[in-house]
């Protein structure tokens, strides 16, 4: 009879790109809540020394508001991707992350109009810089996350049906989106 030890507790599972994506959300909060701190200091010294902020810009509401609809509903179709992806159902985890793409590109195609249609000048006033550095960063955090949906969409429909983390990690980026969104609409767009 021999002795033998029993055989080792399977590894836990690694959790790289879920950390990776958690701490990233992290830098981009304190990124834009940096920039919208200094953008709501700049706005009281304005105002309190009894002048306009913003001075002559007319602030277009509909498309800001569609934007702020648009990064909530992109959490609703990343959430669709992650149930579809844990019960391996390869067709609505396409359709799901498609969506959520495109709704993206909604985004950006929002933005993109607000710039034409306010027509803020960069170097005018520090208005101007500060528009065009908060909403820019915005719309990189975004064209960033069409980024990690094309990837999320090769890696998960190209034969890596087990890597559910993949798209949970993604699903929660588009939730720090929504979420830094929704201050910038309200600092930015709706606070005038």
């Known amino acids: 009879m021999t002795l033998a030890l029993p055989a080792a507790a399977a590894p836990a599972p690694r959790r790289q790109v879920f950390v990776a994506t958690a701490l990233a959300g992290v830098a981009g909060t304190m990124l834009i809540g940096g920039m919208l701190a200094i953008w709501v200091l700049l706005r009281e010294r304005v105002v309190s020394a009894g002048e306009r902020f913003p001075d002559s810009y007319i602030i277009p509401e509909v498309p800001s508001n569609v934007m702020l609809i648009?990064?909530?509903s992109l959490c609703l179709f990343a959430q669709w991707a992650v149930y579809a992806a844990r019960r391996?159902?390869?067709a609505h985890t396409a359709l799901a992350l498609g969506v959520v793409f495109l709704m993206g590109l909604a985004y950006v195609n929002a933005q993109a109009f607000?710039?034409?249609d306010m027509g803020v000048v960069l170097a005018d006033s520090a208005y101007g810089a500060l528009f065009y550095a908060v909403t820019g960063t915005m719309a990189a955090l975004v064209i960033a996350g069409l980024v990690y949906t094309v990837v999320a969409a090769f890696r998960s429909l190209g034969g890596r049906d087990r890597e559910v983390e993949l798209i949970s990690a993604h699903?929660?980026?588009w939730y720090f989106i929504?979420?830094?969104?929704s201050a910038v609409w309200f600092v930015v767009y709706v606070t005038k």
Not at 178 to 181: D, G, N, P, T, V
């Open 178 to 181: 929504a979420a830094a969104y």
């Open 70 to 72: 648009t990064v909530w």
């Open 114 to 116: 607000v710039y034409v």
């Open 171 to 173: 699903a929660m980026y």
């Open 88 to 90: 391996s159902d390869r």
